[in-house]
């Protein structure tokens, strides 16, 4: 059994696993620690990855992986992961988007109306200016004067490759 200077090991190693790999169940890391020749039980696991406050977040395909909130590690990583967590909130409540000059309305399932902004706002879109959820399956989005409503769209696919959904564009 291994003493403190272990279990610091140990918890540097399950850090180091976490931001460099996606993992995805504790099973998976319970064999990668195995493999760099730690002797661990799943209920120590367990402990090890409440004490780091180790949390799951979607990775952007429908799987969750692990975190390490406020970690030291890449930021791009960190960026990436939590990019991925608003992608999946938008999709899931996406239905529709149209557009009429420098107005887009984002038509959601019933209730979705405010995670789907709040993914709006953090993908952080040049040119718009703003957005407002509505009470319950619609989200405003308001464009600086010079952007339309297809800049918007445009920039929304590079973000979200996989958004094929029908578009209306009002013209």
Known sequence: MRGRQGRQERLEAVRTLIQTRKIKSQ???????QAEGFDVAQATLS?????????????????CVY????????????ERIRL????????????????SSTVVLVKTHSGHSDPVCVA?????IDGVMGTIAGRD???AVFLRDGFCG??????LQEIIPELREYVKAAH
């Open 27 to 33: 099973d998976a890391l319970l064999t990668c620690l």
């Open 47 to 63: 402990r090890d990855l409440k004490a780091l406050e180790v949390g799951k977040v979607s990775d952007g395909s429908g799987e």
């Open 67 to 78: 975190f390490l909130p406020g970690a030291a590690g890449p930021h791009k990583e960190r």
């Open 84 to 99: 991925h967590a608003h992608i999946h909130d938008f999709l899931k409540g996406y239905i529709s988007i149209e557009w």
């Open 120 to 124: 709006l706002d953090n993908f952080d």
């Open 137 to 139: 399956d619609t989200v």
């Open 150 to 155: 297809a800049d918007f769209f445009k920039r």
